[in-house]
Each structure stands twice: as structure tokens, then as C-alpha cells.
């Protein structure tokens, strides 16, 4: 048995070590089951305390450390990797709602906390938490800081680092680096939140952050709306956006194929209006004002009468209007089935991009037909969140193919997408980070000179290459 084991357990007591071979399996495994590692432990602290003291004890020892919450990230960032020894520091006991400061409109949370449990505490309160992704039952507050997470709200309140005041965090050093003020305003020398935010694990480990609330919408508006051509979408988009301001929450964009894909395998989501255009979208607005019946009424209205124009014009084919706030939710659940559809098919490559919305369709045009023409009936499994320029171009083998088409394919594939985006001026990753998964071609997309400064940011705070090694970056040693 490895030293660090006794060490640890002298330090989190029995319940806050896991070191048995099938304890530790499942922490050594990605969501998509596509990355796999080996650790010697799983570390289970409670407190921001217990953390920097595993941290000063992996370095005594020489032993890697790879954070982890909700272990829901689709990069491989979670996820163990290579010969060094290491052990897996889960933050999911670290799990205290620090405070909820109504006067300030702030909730200090610490980096356990499962998304879900903190809307529902806010809500609560009577406050509104934004944050919102089909993970967060399972993900964390820390893992959404540590990627950066987006969702399905980014076009009204931003990414997570936009709602986010201040973090707490262990560096590698074993120092405890602290900023929780709640101060929306703080120009005092370079800043450390956006640099940890992000930075994957690679740089700290966030304990805990302070973010703010916003008021409660009263209700919502929410429409599935046929299209077929991707400028429509985008004249549509700033059409709500002139019309409705920061009203508009949510504009969704779901292909056809990523509709079939997911009806095949969750039947119970079929709606006829899904066949009727190349694309659906989902578009929500939300209802902020006090005089609830007439404020809604007028959300309503802005959706009812913008989509009647456009069908007027002939620019979409057919639109279905939430009648209830039980139905938005029904929108929603087809719209967050789509990644649980794609992983139970057996190979698919994830591209989670973006680019300036003008570019989107020129981008969408030119690669479905350079796909199509070099590998013949792939299936594109093109989803996201379109107001935020974020495509989840997501590719599937043929639909009469061999097993291991995906496989044999991957890396053309991949070269093919990777220069489109490049083509297009997008990036490789809008929302899910970079982990193991685009590492390979990180340096090319941000060019040598971001690349060097990277090298230096993570050599200053992580010199023994202590934290999360070979991910985002690759090691040097
Ligand atoms: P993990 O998967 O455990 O870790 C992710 C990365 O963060 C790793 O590099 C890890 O080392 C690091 N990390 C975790 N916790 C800490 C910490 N406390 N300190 C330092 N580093 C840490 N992402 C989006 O952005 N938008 C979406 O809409 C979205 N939808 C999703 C839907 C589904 C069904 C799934 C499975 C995933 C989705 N994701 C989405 C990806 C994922 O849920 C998010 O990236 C989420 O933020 C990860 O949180 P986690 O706690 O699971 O982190
Ligand atoms: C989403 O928007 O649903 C996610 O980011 C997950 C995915 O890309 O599959
Ligand atoms: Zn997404």
C-alpha cells in the first residue's frame, strides 16, 4: 500500500479515504466512458483546511493530484491519466452553502455543492440562480468554475465566470488563495478569479465562490419553431433581441438528425413538428414584471406576434407556443435528451464550438457538404445554444455502417472539423473546456505566443506540476 493512503486517512479519517480497487473504478472513468486512468485513492475532504493539507502532503510525497466533482465534463479533464502516481481529490463532501446574502444579492457556495441544490436553495430565498445545464443534478459549482461552464442561459447573464465575484482555492503551494467579498467591483492588480476560472484543475483547487443573484422571472414564454435555413435563425435571433432586450433567456438550435437520433432512442419525446423543417429551435423568454397577468401577456405576445411574421414571410414552416410553464418544461426535456441520446450510441465525435453568429451558417453550409461528400451519410448531430454562437457539431457513423467506422475515421474527421473552424475564425472549444480531449490541438489554435504564456502561467503556480498534469497542457516533463 502506497504511503500517501495512511496519510490521508490520518488526515480524513476512514470515510474520507477510498483506496479499494472497486471503490476507486468508478472515479477513474468519464462520463462518456471514453477516458480511463488509474489512481491510488480517492481524497474526500471536508473543509478548505483538509484540502491544502493533502495538497502539502502530495507534495511531500511526489504524488499527483487530479480535482474532481461531479465528474459530468466531456473532456477528460476528471479523469486520471498516465503512469505518475496520483490520487483523485473528489470535492463532493466539501458541500456548504457558506451564506446567502439577500441586501448584497450574493450566495457563497462551496465548490461541492451540486448545481441543482443551489437553484433550489436560491429559489428558496426568492432569488433566481442563472446557471442551468442538462448535468446539473450530478455536476458541481466547482467543476462548473474549474470549466467554465456555459449552459442554457449564457445570452442573458453570461458564462459561469460572469456571475461569479470571487473564489476561494488551494494552490499548489498548499496555500489557501482567498477573495469571497462579494464585491462587484475590484480593480486592485491583475485578475486571479478569471485566471483560476477555467483553468480545469490545472492551476488551483477551487473550494469555494461567491456569485450573484438576480431577480426571480415570474413565468415563462417558450415556442418550438421549424426552420430550414440558418440565416433565418440568426434574422430571428436579433429580430426577439430588438424586440424583447434581455428578455430572450434561451435560443436553442436542434437538427433534424439530432432530433431523430434522440426520438429513436427516448420515443416518448416525438412531436410531429419536429419532421417539418432541417432544424427546430427552442426560444424562451422570460416574464420579469411585477403586474404578472399584463407582463406576461406582453412576453407572450412579442413571441406570438414575431413568429407570426415570420411565418407570414414564409422565413419558418410551423411554430408551437407553450401554453404552460409545464409544457416549457417539456420543450426543455427533448432539448437536454440529445447528449444522453448520443452516448448511448456505440462512437460519435463531440465538437463543442463557436463562432462570430455572422459566420454560423456560412460555417454550417460549407462543412455538412465537405462531411457528406468525403465520408457519405454521416450523420451530423448538430445542436446548441445558437443565440451564444455555440454549435455542439456532434458526428455519427453512417447509419448502415461497420462498428468501428467512428474509430477508423476519428482522426480525419477530427482534421477535417478542426480546419473548418479554423477556416471560419471559431474556436475548438466554447463551453466544455479542453482536458484530454483537444489537447493535441491546443497549440495550434491559440498560436505559439498564447500558448508560452500559458506554459508560464502554469510553471509560476504549479512548478512540480503537481495539479491535474498533462491536461489543457502537456506536460513537460
Ligand atoms: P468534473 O467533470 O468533475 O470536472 C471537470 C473539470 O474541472 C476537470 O478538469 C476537473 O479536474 C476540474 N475540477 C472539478 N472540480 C474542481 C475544483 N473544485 N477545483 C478545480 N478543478 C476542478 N457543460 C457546459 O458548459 N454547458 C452545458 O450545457 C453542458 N451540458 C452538459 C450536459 C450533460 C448531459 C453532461 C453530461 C455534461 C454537460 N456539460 C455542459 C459538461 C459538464 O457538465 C460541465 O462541464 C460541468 O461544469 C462539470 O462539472 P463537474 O462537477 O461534473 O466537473
Ligand atoms: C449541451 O448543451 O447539451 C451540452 O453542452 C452537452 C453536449 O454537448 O452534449
Ligand atoms: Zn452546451
Known amino acids: 500500500m502506497h504511503a500517501i493512503i495512511q496519510r490521508l486517512q490520518d488526515c480524513l479519517g476512514l470515510a474520507g479515504v477510498l483506496f479499494e480497487k472497486e471503490d476507486v473504478a468508478p472515479y477513474c472513468k468519464d462520463w462518456r466512458g471514453i477516458f480511463s486512468g488509474d489512481a491510488l485513492a480517492v481524497a474526500m475532504p471536508k473543509t478548505t483546511q483538509q484540502v491544502a493539507e493533502i495538497v502539502q502532503l502530495c507534495q511531500e510525497l ?5 480535482p474532481q466533482g461531479g465528474n459530468t465534463g466531456l473532456c477528460g479533464g476528471a479523469t486520471p491519466e498516465g503512469d505518475a502516481p496520483q490520487i483523485i481529490l473528489s470535492l463532493k463532501r466539501l458541500n456548504q452553502i457558506r451564506e446567502i446574502d439577500l441586501a448584497n444579492q450574493t450566495i457563497t457556495v462551496e465548490a461541492g455543492c451540486i448545481l441543482q441544490s443551489i437553484q433550489e436553495k436560491v429559489a428558496a430565498s426568492g432569488a433566481f440562480f442563472p446557471l442551468s445545464l442538462a448535468a446539473q443534478g450530478s455536476c458541481t459549482v466547482g467543476g462548473n468554475l474549474a470549466t467554465n461552464a456555459g449552459g442554457i442561459n449564457v445570452l442573458r447573464y453570461g458564462n459561469t465566470r460572469d456571475i461569479c465575484l470571487g473564489i476561494e482555492a488551494v494552490l499548489a503551494s498548499g496555500e489557501v488563495y482567498s477573495h469571497l467579498k462579494g464585491l462587484r467591483k475590484d480593480n486592485t492588480g491583475y485578475d486571479l478569479k478569471n485566471l483560476l476560472i477555467g483553468s480545469e484543475g490545472t492551476l488551483g483547487i477551487i473550494t469555494a465562490g461567491v456569485f450573484k443573484l438576480f431577480p426571480s422571472p415570474f413565468d415563462h414564454s417558450a415556442a418550438l419553431v421549424a426552420i430550414d435555413d440558418v440565416s433565418e435563425m440568426v434574422a430571428l435571433l436579433h429580430e426577439l433581441q430588438r424586440r424583447a432586450g434581455n428578455e430572450l433567456c434561451a435560443f436553442e438550435m436542434m437538427s433534424r438528425e439530432s432530433l431523430e437520433l434522440t426520438i429513436r432512442h427516448f420515443p416518448e419525446f416525438n412531436r410531429p413538428i419536429f419532421t417539418a423543417a432541417k432544424y427546430t429551435l427552442l426560444i424562451e423568454l422570460a416574464n420579469f414584471e411585477v403586474d404578472n397577468s399584463s407582463a406576461s401577456n406582453r412576453v407572450q405576445a412579442v413571441l ?20 404552460s410553464e409545464a409544457q416549457v418544461n417539456e420543450f426543455w ?8 441520446a448520443q452516448a448511448k450510441e456505440p462512437g460519435n465525435i463531440k465538437f463543442d464550438i463557436s463562432f462570430a453568429i455572422s459566420k454560423i451558417a456560412s460555417f454550417i453550409k460549407s462543412t455538412d457538404a465537405i462531411l457528406q461528400q468525403k465520408f457519405n451519410g454521416v450523420q451530423i448531430i448538430n445542436f446548441g445554444h445558437l443565440g451564444d454562437g455555440n454549435l455542439h457539431y456532434n458526428l455519427c457513423a453512417p447509419k448502415d455502417a461497420k462498428s468501428d467506422y467512428i474509430l477508423n475515421h476519428e482522426k480525419n474527421m477530427t482534421e477535417l472539423v478542426i480546419a473548418q473552424i479554423q477556416l471560419f475564425d471559431g474556436s475548438i472549444s466554447a463551453e466544455h473546456g479542453i482536458g484530454q480531449l483537444k489537447r493535441e490541438y491546443l497549440m495550434h489554435h491559440r498560436g505559439r505566443v498564447a500558448y508560452q504564456m500559458m506554459v508560464a502561467i502554469k510553471k509560476a503556480l504549479d512548478p512540480d506540476n503537481l495539479l491535474n498534469p498533462n491536461k489543457v497542457l502537456f506536460s513537460e516533463e
Do not use: P, S, W
Open 62 to 66: 511526489h504524488v499527483k493530484i487530479v
Open 304 to 323: 406570438e406576434e414575431t413568429l407570426e411574421g415570420y411565418l407570414v414571410k414564409g422565413a419558418i414552416l410551423d411554430a408551437a407556443l407553450a401554453t
Open 333 to 340: 426535456a427533448i432539448r437536454d435528451h440529445i447528449t444522453l
